[in-house]
């Protein structure tokens, strides 16, 4: 089978930084992505790492480690907005399967 | 990118009726994905909706209760039938930016069965 498991909840403050973890097990691996969602809203995509490594966009940042099975999320300066579930996800053949979810929030 | 319309948005339905939920893609795509997303929960791919052929459904999901249509590149429809309180549910359609690794979403339907 295929399963993709992180935090259920993080917390933290404004202008802080925090880390999402994501360990999977999956038969087949094509990369690993990172989606936000807010209450009421559609997932949108924030990042994909298909090799090791670290991914760094604004704010936002992705790791990737192929060997451990693992990545994570990095959100630096934190912000109100930020506050919202975070799924990590990856291929399975050509569909794209989700992660448990961690849901973010931030604090003033 | 990809603008996807869904619609309805929301809708409550009496137990045993069904309802069908329409997908619009702004683009010609080749496949098409339903996810279920209870409260408070993740994503749960339904089934992968091919255009010309039968849809491919997950473990879990079956084609009498989630018959699902893909009459051409751009649009696809997902019925929940013979619905029951534990339907209640969003159901989200999606689309994949080729080579990317990403995929656009609806804002969802939101069904509340009662």
């Known amino acids: 089978g295929q399963s993709l498991e992180q935090p259920s909840e993080v917390t933290a403050v404004e202008g802080a930084i925090v880390q999402i973890n994501c360990t999977y097990q999956?038969?087949?691996?094509?990369?690993l992505s990172w989606y936000q969602q807010h209450d009421g809203g559609a997932p949108t995509f924030l990042s994909y790492?298909?090799?090791?490594g670290l991914e760094e966009t604004g704010r936002f940042s992705s790791f990737l480690s192929r060997s451990d099975s693992y990545g994570y999320l990095l959100l630096q300066e934190l912000q109100m907005k930020d506050s919202a579930s975070y799924f990590c996800?990856?291929?399975?053949?050509?569909?794209?399967?989700f992660g448990t979810g961690t849901r973010l929030q931030v604090f003033p | 990118s990809a603008v996807i319309s869904q619609k309805p948005s929301r809708d409550i339905c009496q137990r045993g009726t069904s309802l069908t939920i329409q997908c619009q893609v702004d683009?010609?795509?080749?496949?098409m994905f339903w996810y279920r997303q209870q409260p408070g929960q993740s994503l749960t791919l339904i089934a992968t909706?091919?255009?010309?052929?039968?849809?491919?459904?997950e473990s879990g999901f079956v084609i009498d209760k989630f018959p699902i249509s893909r009459p051409n590149l751009t649009f696809s429809t997902l019925t929940v039938s013979n619905m029951s309180p534990e339907d209640s549910s969003i159901y989200l359609c999606?689309?994949?930016?080729?080579?990317?690794?990403?995929?656009?979403f609806g804002e969802g339907s939101r069904l509340t069965v009662l």
């Open positions: 683009s010609q795509v080749t496949m």
């Open positions: 790492n298909a090799l090791d």
């Open positions: 999956t038969s087949g691996f094509y990369g």
């Open positions: 996800a990856c291929y399975n053949t050509d569909k794209l399967i």
């Open positions: 909706a091919n255009q010309g052929s039968e849809a491919t459904y």
């Open positions: 999606s689309v994949e930016q080729m080579g990317t690794g990403e995929l656009f």
